[in-house]
C-alpha cells in the first residue's frame, strides 16, 4: 500500500519529504491540502497535525509529522534500497546530523523570511518588509559563505557523498534561485553552484519538479 | 579518553551536550569558551571547531562537531551505558522521538528562545526588554503548550510512555524561562507541569541545571 503524503506539492516541506521517498523508491500519493483556504488549521486536519502544519505522512496506520523527522525515518526504514542517504559509520551518521541542524538553525529562518516577505506577503496583497528582506539576505550571505568554504573541501556536506543533509537543502535553494530571484547567492559561490548543479539534477528532484507541472 | 566540550555550562546550548553526556555516563572535560573576549568567533575557532561562530563544539578523538541537537544524537547512539535516549532498537519509537525533537527544534524554540534571550540574557549585558516582542512569543508559546498539554495528557513523556532525547531538548531553555513570571506558562498547564517537574527530577538533568547560573 502506498504512503501517502499530505500537503501542496507547492509547499517546501511537503517537497523534502517526497525528494527523500524518491531516492529511496517508496511509491507513495500525494493528498493535496489547501493552505490557501485554510484547511491545515481545521479541526479534521489538526487531528493529523496538532500544530496545523502540512507535511503528514501516513503509512499503513502509522503516522508522522515534521519532514526532517520523516526524511529521517524513511532513510533509516530501507538502508539497502534506493540511495544511501545516511552514511555508514557513526562519524557519517553524525555529520549528517550536524548538517541537517545548519540546514535548520542557520539556514532555513533566513531562507524562510525573504520567501514570505517577498513572496508569500505580497501574494497575499499585503506589503513586503524590503529592509528585513535585505537584512536576511547579507546574513545569509555570510552563511553560505561557511558553505562555500565545506564544498571546497568535500563534494557534499556531509562528505564525499550524497546524504539526507544536501537534500533537505533542495526545496528552499528552488525557491531562492527562481521565484525569489536570489540566484546570484549561489552563482557567486563556485563550490556552492557545482554542489548545487549536482543536487538539483538527480533525477528524484527532478521528479518532484515534474509534479509541479 | 573524554569528550571534549567546548562552551560554558550555564549556556543553554552547551546544557543540552552536558544533559546528555550525564544520561549517557560518559567521560568529558570542558574546555571553556571565552565569549566575552569573543574566542568563539576568533579565525582558529572558526577553522577548528565550529565556522558558524557558536558554542557549544565537540570533539572526540579526531571528529570534531558542531550543533548541540546532532552532538546529542552522537552522543546517544555512541554510548550504551545510561538512559536510552533515542530509542533505536525500536524503528516507530525511534520516529517518534524524532518527530518530537523537531517540535522542540521548528516550533518550541524559536519562541521560547527568544522570550529567553529578551527576559533573561539581554539585561545581563545592559541591554532593555521588548514589551512587545515578549507578549508576541508570549502568544505563540502559548499555543504550542495548548498542543504539549494535550499530547501529555494521552502519553507520559512527548514520544510515548517513555523518557526520550526530545524530552531533554527542551530543558535548557524552559529552564531559564522559569526563573522568570513565563513560569505560569508552564505551571497553568497541569500535564505540562507535572512533565517538567519529573524531567527535572532526573540526576542526569539537575546535575546539567546546576551550571546553569545565569538567571
Redesign the interface.
Known sequence: MAVKVYGPVRAACPQRVMACLFEKDVEFEVVEVDLVNGEQKRPEFLTLQ??GQVPVVEDGK?R??????II??YA??YPNQGTNLLGIT??D???V??W???E???FN?LVYTIVLQLLVLPRMGEGGDMHLVRCCEQKLGN?LD?YE??LGETKYLAGDFFTLADLSHLPAISLLTTEAGMGHLVRERGNMNAWWEDISNRPAWKKVMKLMT | MALKVYGIPMSTCTARVLSSIYEKEADFQIVPVNLQAGEHKQPSYLATKNPFGQIPALEDGDLTLFESRAITKYVATKYNKGTDLLRLGNLKESAMVGVWLEVEAQTYNPPISTIVYQLVILPKYGGTPKEEVIKANEEKLAKVLDVYEERLSKSKYLAGDFYSLADLHHVPYTYYMMKTPKASLINSRPHVKAWWEDITSRPAIKKATEGMTLA
Open positions: 496538532p500544530f502509522f508522522l509529522f515534521e519532514s526532517r523527522a529521517r525515518y533509516a526504514k557513526l562519524e551518521r553524525a555529520l546530523d550536524q541537517l541542524e545548519v535548520a538553525h542557520n529562518e552563511v561557511v568554504q565545506r
